[in-house]
């Protein structure tokens, strides 16, 4: 038997390649059951940008309401659209919505503890929350802060919290004090009234969140955050 030409070789090896990836394909792709679907569960929360409101309730969250909104960038100043930025703080009195936290009875239920939105074409976010109170005791302190986890494929996932500027306890919380007082700066926010803030800042609140008049006593503070592109 005469030895396959080169084009009948290449034409054999693709034929085979097909034949198994045709049955590979076959058992992955051909009749299966559907995966059944389960109940979200009590504690599954909405994850959207305003925590001071749980679509399943009547009224909004209690506490001192604020909006925390900032840019996204690269380590050149460059914004980053389409980052995933998650919040996620206590309640009014202190209170995760963490099954484990023994207060857990106690938590404000028309409070939205975690919060989710994905930054804009100019690298912003926006989120509507309230002040979280401090929790722990003299052995663990811990002042009022609000957690953050920003991802984005081709850079370092980045997990920091922000404190709030004028805080008696930032003095007493132990991962607060490990900040050099330059990273605390980068990370400690300085609210102000909703009136004294930027209008072009004032304009894109008023569209995100909808807001027909500003919520009684609201405050705006920013946090601008930068992530390390991976190398
Ligand atoms: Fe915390």
């Given at each position: 038997m005469s030895k396959p030409s080169p084009s009948r070789r290449q034409a054999l090896r693709a034929s085979l390649l097909l034949g198994t990836s045709a049955g590979l394909a076959g058992s992955a792709l051909g009749k299966s059951e559907p995966t059944p679907s389960q109940t979200e569960g009590p504690f599954y929360p909405d994850l959207d940008n305003d925590l001071t409101f749980v679509s399943s309730r009547k009224e909004r969250a209690k506490g001192n309401h604020l909006y925390v909104h900032g840019s996204v960038r690269d380590t050149e100043g460059k914004p980053i659209p389409n980052a995933l930025v998650d919040i996620w703080q206590t309640d009014h009195k202190g209170i995760y919505d963490h099954a484990g936290d023994p207060k857990q009875k106690d938590k404000?239920?028309?409070?939205?503890?975690y919060g989710r939105c994905v930054t804009g074409e100019d690298g912003t976010y926006h989120f509507k929350s309230i002040k979280p109170r401090h929790y722990g005791d003299e052995k663990f302190q811990r002042t009022p802060h609000i957690h953050y986890k920003v991802a984005r494929r081709g850079y370092h996932e980045l997990t920091t919290q922000l404190y709030f500027a004028g805080e008696k306890l930032n003095a007493k919380d132990g991962l607060y004090k490990k900040l050099s007082t330059d990273d605390q700066k980068l990370v400690t926010v300085d609210f102000q009234p909703?009136?004294?803030?930027?209008k072009s800042v004032q304009s894109k609140l008023k569209d995100t969140f909808s807001e027909s008049e500003w919520p009684e006593g609201i405050t705006v503070g920013q946090l601008d955050l930068v992530m390390k592109p991976v190398s």
């Open positions: 404000d239920k028309n409070f939205q503890c909703i009136a004294l803030t930027d």
